[in-house]
């Protein structure tokens, strides 16, 4: 952690400060004049070294404004201790007072390098401080490098993990021609990697055939899958008593007839209750968990095939765009396998009607 000085921030604010060139030569006048006057107050005391109050302002003058300030209490200083402090230069026969001239040069010589210390520390000071900002920019950006550096990385792992689940989806739907099967076993590998539970939908007979409001197909309830095998007799129950009916508002029957995906991340009670039926399917979906919502159409060669319906539980985190992508590749893949497998089947019943 780096740390701005020792000094009291007060006393660091008071040096460090930019201030005017008059405004900085007007503090040493007042700090020379605050010296004279506790001096001249406490001169019974301090006699014959009235200097140690001059000392301090010629200090605080050089640390506050430089070393012209410091300049400044110094001249002020002696030509007070001349006029004021200390006996004549000269004495009675006219000879120099040679006592007199030892201890002004003393405070003379003293003063100036009182003035040049001040000044270098506050010089001094002055650049630390800047060298220290200096340190917390270069520090705030290495720790936003790192964020962004570890943010990199999760996108990396996810999108290594989105890669490595499509592949084993893909390896899944090759494996065989049936389909049904297939989709149900592709459904338990779905949770929990896009997931808590997964329903999945197939247009039974000829499919998407086009009617007055879009495309319709009798939809058959293929496979509903739940992560916590605890909740799969509650999933077996909403695929029994609530399969898709044609005055659903949203749902399958609904991104069937559009083709576009229904995206929810953020499922609110409103929702909730216009999606569902009654009070026990609302209880149903909870108990299930449903806090993301997203219903993928299962679509090849421009028909419709069904639809991928997935659901995040009330502790995942909600769906963003890159599940619905990810969704949405998946459904094409099974939508593949699906045309794959009927071309297939109708290709064996033609030759075997032949």
């Not at 008059?22 to 007042?30: D, S, V």
Request: aromatic share 8%; charged share 20%; with cysteine.
């Amino acid at each position: 952690m780096i740390r701005r000085s020792a000094l009291p921030p007060a006393l660091l604010s008071l040096v460090l400060r930019e201030r005017s060139v008059a405004f900085r030569h007007g503090l040493a006048l007042l700090l020379f004049s605050a010296a004279f006057a506790v001096t001249f107050l406490l001169r019974p005391w301090i006699v014959p070294s009235p200097f140690p109050f001059f000392f301090a302002a010629t200090m605080l003058a050089a640390c506050t404004g430089g070393l012209g300030p410091g300049l400044t209490s110094t001249a002020l200083g002696s030509a007070a201790l001349l006029r004021f402090f200390l006996p004549s230069m000269l004495l009675g026969d006219g000879a120099l007072n040679v006592s007199t001239l030892v201890r002004f040069g003393s405070f003379f010589t003293v003063s100036l390098l009182i003035s040049a210390l001040g000044a270098a520390l506050r010089s001094a000071l002055t650049s630390a401080e800047a060298n220290i900002e200096e340190l917390r920019r270069l520090e705030a950006e290495r720790a936003g490098l790192l964020v962004r550096e570890q943010a990199a990385r999760a996108d990396a792992e996810a999108a290594r993990s989105r890669f490595a689940f499509l592949a084993e989806a893909s390896t899944l739907l090759d494996t065989s021609l049936d389909y049904p099967t297939t989709l149900a076993s592709m459904a338990c590998l779905a949770v929990p990697h896009i997931g808590d539970w997964c329903i999945i939908d197939t247009c039974a007979g000829e499919p998407a055939s086009e009617g007055a409001d879009g495309p319709k197909c009798a939809l058959f309830r293929l496979a509903v899958a739940h992560a916590d095998p605890e909740q799969q007799p509650a999933a077996h129950q909403l695929k029994l008593r609530y399969p898709p009916l044609p005055e659903d508002v949203y749902g399958v029957l609904h991104v069937v007839r559009t083709g576009q995906s229904e995206f929810v991340p953020d499922v609110s009670e409103s929702w909730l209750a216009t999606f569902s039926r009654d009070a026990e399917h609302v209880s149903l979906l909870r108990a299930l968990g449903c806090r993301s919502y997203m219903c993928v159409p299962i679509a090849a060669r421009g028909r419709i095939l069904g639809a991928i319906t997935f659901v995040r539980g009330d502790v995942a985190r909600a769906y963003d765009s890159s599940d619905l992508a990810l969704a949405e590749d998946l459904a094409h893949r099974a939508a593949m396998a699906i045309d794959t497998a009927r071309l297939y089947h109708q290709a064996r019943a033609s030759s075997h009607g032949e």
